[in-house]
């Protein structure tokens, strides 16, 4: 069963609500999510905020993490998270930023580098990977490993 197959029962079982925040996977995430018939019924939707702009006027990122740390970062993973619960008014959010390549690199972020951070209440966590696929790879790898890290988190606290 697909990751995003999985997400529904436990979101529907448990009555709560997925949003997403999605830079470099552009909106692969919502897309996955939203080919599960029925996912209506947890997934309220998804900002796709891919310029600094975006991601400071629509998920509240602020402007000095972007400049401090930059778009791919664990810090602005958190915040769009925390923004995509905030404005969706979602239980658990789930953001990506990372950098698919080929362009984009610098000598501290490779192409690849990839963060993702979830957001629910009383519980964040932020996960980095660097892929070595090529921009449609990397693409896939960062949606997969957003939903990993939802599945994740919800069979954790199912667990107590």
Known sequence: MRLEESLGPILIARRLTLAVAESCTGGLIGHRLTNV????????????????????????????????????SEQTAREMARGACRVLGADVAVAVTGIAGP??????????????????????????????????????????????????????????
């Open 37 to 72: 018939p029925g996912s209506s019924e947890y997934f309220l939707g998804g900002l796709i905020a891919y310029s600094y702009l975006a991601k400071e006027k629509l998920l509240g990122v602020q402007h000095n993490t972007l400049e401090t740390f930059g778009a791919v």
């Open 103 to 160: 362009g984009g690199a610098t000598p501290d972020k490779p192409v690849g580098l990839t963060w993702v951070a979830l957001c629910a209440p009383g519980f964040e966590r932020a996960e980095h990977y660097v892929w070595t696929g090529n921009r449609r790879d990397n693409k896939e790898a960062s949606a997969e490993a957003a939903l990993r890290l939802v599945l994740d988190y919800l069979e954790r606290t199912s667990r107590g």
